[in-house]
């Protein structure tokens, strides 16, 4: 069989672990032995889109451009790219995390931790995200062998369940927020260290999560993907809990095109993935 078509079983211990703590660790999502082709695809677009960003030096940058080169939603340009963010390896391990037997992608991400590249400010992913639903998640995955002091995600333990606390893109503003918040309720941060190419950390949607600086001088190549529960809606207008921000507008313009405000997040870039059919 295919091994993009490969089913890895997630073990109850683990579904366990990330349904109570919103995040978990599973080594090998995509084994050592697959993974080059992985990784060149990876690179291969996020150098092609590098050429058009016009990249200021890591000490003009703002903060959140110092943490990463985020280079988005590059599968929809590149076919044999697709093949893994679209595999049903991928999804179904995401899939069995999130309790479902579909799921839609929302988009892909390349996150490039520069050499002396800044600290990842504490933030809530789904912030961004016009989604109705509590049940998304974040694969972060490493294309090669990778050290904590790389900036490898730090995760507020139980924060899964907290839900949406605000208009708090990634920022300053984010960590003060965010870290004084972690602090006074004591959730446990937790840190899953060096990580191997191939293994993954998966983080639900309100997860408060961050990371450290790069202090090496590799450069820290990481992919992620976001999924969804099939059958989401987006969140209606108006909204009487007022979670609509600049964002969450320019998410809906950017990652769920043609589709409108109360209705099925389901454009023609969040195809639907059944991994166990
Ligand atoms: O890679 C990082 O430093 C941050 C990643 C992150 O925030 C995410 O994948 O949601």
Redesign the pocket.
């Known amino acids: 069989m295919n091994y993009l078509n490969q089913i890895k079983r997630v073990s109850a211990s683990d579904i366990a672990a990330y349904q109570q703590n919103g995040h978990v660790r599973i080594n090998q999502v995509c084994e050592k032995k697959n993974i080059d082709d992985f990784r060149h695809q990876v690179n291969l677009s996020v150098n092609k889109r590098k050429e058009m960003i016009n990249l200021a030096p890591l000490e003009e940058r703002s903060t959140y451009d110092k943490?990463?080169l985020q280079i988005m939603n590059i599968w929809v340009e590149n076919p044999q790219l697709a093949k893994w963010i679209l595999s049903k390896r991928f999804a179904g391990v995401a899939a069995q995390l999130m309790g479902v037997e579909k799921v839609r992608i929302y988009h892909d991400?390349a996150?490039f931790?520069e050499p002396s590249g800044g600290f990842?400010p504490w933030?809530q992913?789904q912030h961004y995200w016009p989604l109705e639903t509590d049940n998304c998640i974040?694969m972060?995955m490493p294309l090669m062998d990778i050290t904590r002091d790389m900036?490898t995600?730090n995760f507020a333990s139980g924060t899964s369940k907290v839900g949406y606390l605000g208009d708090m893109p990634?920022s300053d503003d984010s960590e003060a927020y965010l870290s004084k918040l972690c602090a006074e309720q004591g959730f446990d941060i937790a840190n899953y260290g060096n990580m191997e190419a191939g293994d993954a950390t998966f983080?639900s949607g309100w997860c408060l999560?961050?990371?450290g600086p790069n202090l090496t001088n590799t450069l820290?190549e990481?992919m992620?993907i976001i999924w969804y529960e099939d059958n989401t809606k987006i969140i209606a207008r108006p909204d009487p809990q007022n979670r609509w921000n600049a964002s969450r507008e320019n998410d809906l313009a950017t990652w769920l095109p043609g589709c409108s405000e109360g209705e099925e997040a389901a454009s023609e870039i969040n195809p639907l993935i059944s991994p166990f059919s």
């Open positions: 943490a990463f991400q996150l931790k990842t933030h992913d974040t972060w900036g995600l990634i983080h999560h961050g990371a820290r990481v992620t």
